[in-house]
T-cell receptor, first 116, second 113 residues
Framework: GENVEQHPSTLSVQEGDSAVIKCTYS??????FPWYKQELGKRPQLIID?????GEKKDQRIAVTLNKTAKHFSLHITETQPEDSAVYFC???????????????FGKGTHLIIQP | NAGVTQTPKFQVLKTGQSMTLQCAQD?????MYWYRQDPGMGLRLIYY???????DKGEVPNGYNVSRLNKREFSLRLESAAPSQTSVYFC????????????FGQGTRLTVV
């Protein structure tokens, strides 16, 4: 099955600086890559996702890049703010056009700490 | 629109007891999932249901059973709870299996003593 590795496990950055979280996946058939944010005691919520037919996607201060050849994808957060402090999870799944995919395989998470 | 609702929020069980975690979604989603979350382990898939009437094992199915009661509801049963099943359990749903946003319930914190 799919295996997703995520680094680093903890990331501390100064407010206003950028943060980058990296993930690698093992199954070259994976074609859907979402990122979830989980605040303490809350449920995971989708912040951005990318499909294998694009290399980059941006939404305000958040961007995701995908390198299918190397089988890795990254989350970039610019101009970090205190409310960005949370645990971030990457995930991967195989989604054939006719269905039949499993659920998402998640990385182990990155605890992002924004220092004031 | 409540989204995904799971009950209970907290539960303490003794080893060997059984219980069922309930999950319901009101978004008319086809696919539903049960994950467990343990410190440093991320979210691991227990079971999933691609559509009404089907269920399949995920990464960590041992000790669990599921029922897709109808399109809205997907329950998770622990027949004989063990301390290793102490975890936070999340139910989730998505419109399509595997390639659309998964919406999560608020979680159930289960402790087995």
């Amino acid at each position: 099955g799919e295996n997703v590795e995520q680094h680093p496990s903890t990331l501390s950055v100064q407010e206003g600086d950028s943060a980058v979280i990296k993930c690698t996946y093992s199954d070259s058939a994976s074609n859907y890559f979402p990122w979830y944010k989980q605040e303490l005691g809350k449920r995971p919520q989708l912040i951005i996702d990318i499909r294998s037919n694009v290399g980059e996607k941006k939404d305000q201060r958040i961007a995701v890049t995908l390198n299918k050849t190397a089988k890795h994808f990254s989350l970039h957060i610019t101009e970090t703010q205190p409310e960005d402090s949370a645990v971030y999870f990457c995930a991967a799944s195989i989604a054939p056009p006719g269905g039949g995919a499993d659920g998402l395989t998640f990385g182990k998470g990155t605890h992002l700490i924004i220092q004031p | 629109n409540a989204g995904v609702t799971q009950t209970p929020k907290f539960q303490v069980l003794k080893t060997g007891q059984s219980m069922t975690l309930q999950c319901a979604q009101d978004m008319n989603h086809n696919s539903m999932y049960w994950y467990r979350q343990d410190p440093g382990m991320g979210l691991r898939l227990i079971y999933y249901s691609a559509s009404e009437g089907t269920t399949d094992k995920g990464e960590v199915p041992n000790g669990y059973n599921v029922s897709r009661l109808n399109k809205r509801e997907f329950s998770l049963r622990l027949e004989s709870a063990a301390p290793s099943q102490t975890s936070v359990y999340f139910c989730a749903s998505s419109e399509q299996q595997g390639n659309s946003e998964a919406f999560f319930g608020q979680g159930t914190r289960l402790t087995v003593v």
